[in-house]
């Protein structure tokens, strides 16, 4: 960042500017929305300048900037487009102390000024450090449409009603006043109206007494953060405590509100280190406090992510819970291997499955997997492989079936492994797997497939292949 954005008091300062043509003009304009008292000196001020200066908007002196003309003078605008005038006139303000910029000239100029999107008092400022005017342009464009012409006004009822918010406790409550009253009411742009508008919000929001917080449980999807549901955004938006498991990507977490006090439940892939009770404890207390919790837990929370037992807490506290779900790892690594989850006349089912249960590995139906044609999408298969291999090879399935793993579906250093039954182990264990992966049993990769369908099945060898 070569500049850093403030915002600057110029509530009856001085603003100077020299120039009497088109570069003044547009500077004017927007000076013109400050509290700032605007000097213009110019030889020969346009039409528009002499109308201001009749109006008492600003002052003009009808002549060329001379020593002594920017005493105390706050901020300082050269817009003569004139090189040379432009350098004696900022020399000058330059030496009086004031913060001078050059109109156009980048280099020489001590401040830029920024698009500006008006809602005053909130003030939107864009700056691309004179880099693309076009992409400030455009920004400036998008929230102009975006926000109500009427945020300002809001803004400044709202300002004028801060003192009736001792009636609210601190924190949630006040934040969830608020939160109404800009996003979810209709306010009226007569003030008087919106008055009685904030007065009966007041009352509603003082009328509810339930004074626990609430509990969101939130699928946060394989990684990537684009694939991140609306819903689950706009929680991390509103938390106030963030409890998330292990596999949540750093991405994710910026996401949630600045404020927000983050809690990593750190849960391993054998064996939680913090243990579910004082996950549940966790989550209960902040909520029982008045937070509004989110738990983050990867992909969708309702696949192997133990989130009945955090109901269960919640309800038996009475607290108010919901589930926003998530892209589970399944379809994310499927869309990774370009292959449906289920195909007409190949798999007209598939099933979920764990690698590893809290007793140790996990016993399935191994005989009715060992079919052909069975898909299965096995989760925290990794540790299990060995055995997985060995039970279904026992239990008759093909040694040829396809295997693939895909490890961190989604995110920037997803790899793939295509193997067979035969061949999953040793090849997992020399691909050195770190992150988690998920196994299909019975699902190659498109191309791959694409590449045995093509020649003689005799030969098909499905040499164990990382793609990155
Ligand atoms: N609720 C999660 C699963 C939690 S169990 C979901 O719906 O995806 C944790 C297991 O999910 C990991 O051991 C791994 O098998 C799988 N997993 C989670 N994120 C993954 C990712 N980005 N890529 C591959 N597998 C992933």
């Given amino acids: 960042m070569k500049h850093f954005p403030i915002f600057i008091a110029v509530e009856g300062r001085r603003i100077v500017v020299s120039g009497g043509g088109e570069a003044a003009l547009a500077k004017l304009r927007l000076l013109l929305k400050t509290e700032a008292h605007l000097n213009v000196f110019a030889a020969e001020p346009a039409q528009e300048i002499r109308d201001w200066a009749h109006k008492g908007r600003l002052t003009l002196t009808p002549r060329a900037l001379e020593p002594g003309d920017t005493l105390c003078a706050k901020l300082f605008y050269a817009a003569n ?118 007065e009966t919000l007041l009352e509603k929001h003082l009328q ?27 929680a991390l938006d509103k938390a106030d405590v963030v409890i998330y498991d292990r596999l949540v990507s750093q991405e994710i977490l910026e996401l949630a509100r600045r404020e927000a006090t983050m809690i990593s439940a750190g849960k391993e892939g054998f064996g939680p280190s913090v243990s579910q009770d004082e996950i549940n404890a966790m989550i209960t207390g902040h909520a029982i406090n008045g937070a509004h919790v989110v738990r983050l837990k990867s992909g969708d929370p309702t696949v192997f992510g133990r989130l ?65 044609g069975e898909v299965a999408a096995i989760y925290m298969g990794k540790k299990s492989a060995r055995f997985f291999q060995g039970r279904l090879l026992m ?3 093909d040694p040829a079936t396809p295997v693939t793993v895909i490890e961190n579906a989604s995110r920037t250093d997803q790899r793939i492994l295509s193997t067979t039954l035969s061949e999953l182990e040793p090849a997992l264990s020399n691909a050195n797997l770190t992150g988690p992966a998920l196994t299909f049993l019975g699902l190659a990769p498109r191309a791959a497939l694409q590449a045995a369908e093509d020649i003689n099945p005799q030969e098909v060898a499905y040499e164990p292949r990382l793609y990155t």
């Fill in 395 to 397: 239990h008759g399935a």
């Fill in 81 to 198: 487009e004139d090189e040379a005038e432009d350098a004696r006139v900022a020399a000058l303000a330059h030496a009086d102390g004031a913060l001078v910029n050059i109109v156009d000239n980048l280099n020489d100029s001590a401040f830029i000024t920024p698009a500006i999107v008006d809602r005053d008092p909130v003030t939107i400022a864009i700056g691309t450090e004179g880099a693309a005017p076009v992409l400030a342009r455009t920004i400036k464009k998008d929230l102009e449409e975006k926000l109500p012409a009427n945020l300002g006004l809001l803004a400044r009822i709202g300002k004028a009603f801060r003192n009736r918010m001792e009636a609210l406790p601190f924190g949630v409550k006040r934040r969830d006043f608020w939160l109404d009253y800009y996003f979810n009411t209709d306010v009226s742009t007569n003030a008087t109206e919106a008055q009685h508008t904030l």
């Fill in 208 to 234: 509810s007494d339930d004074k626990k917080g609430r509990v969101d449980l939130v699928g946060a999807g394989p990684g990537d953060p684009e694939l991140l549901t609306l819903k689950a955004r706009n």
């Fill in 308 to 372: 009945d037992e955090e109901i269960e807490a919640c309800e038996a506290l009475n607290i108010d819970w919901r589930i926003i779900p998530g892209i589970t790892a399944a379809s994310a690594a499927v869309a990774s291997i370009g292959q449906s989850l289920t195909k007409r006349g190949r798999n007209s089912g598939i099933r979920f499955l764990t690698g590893h249960d809290t007793k140790g590995f996990a016993d399935h139906d191994w005989r009715a997997l060992a079919q052909k």
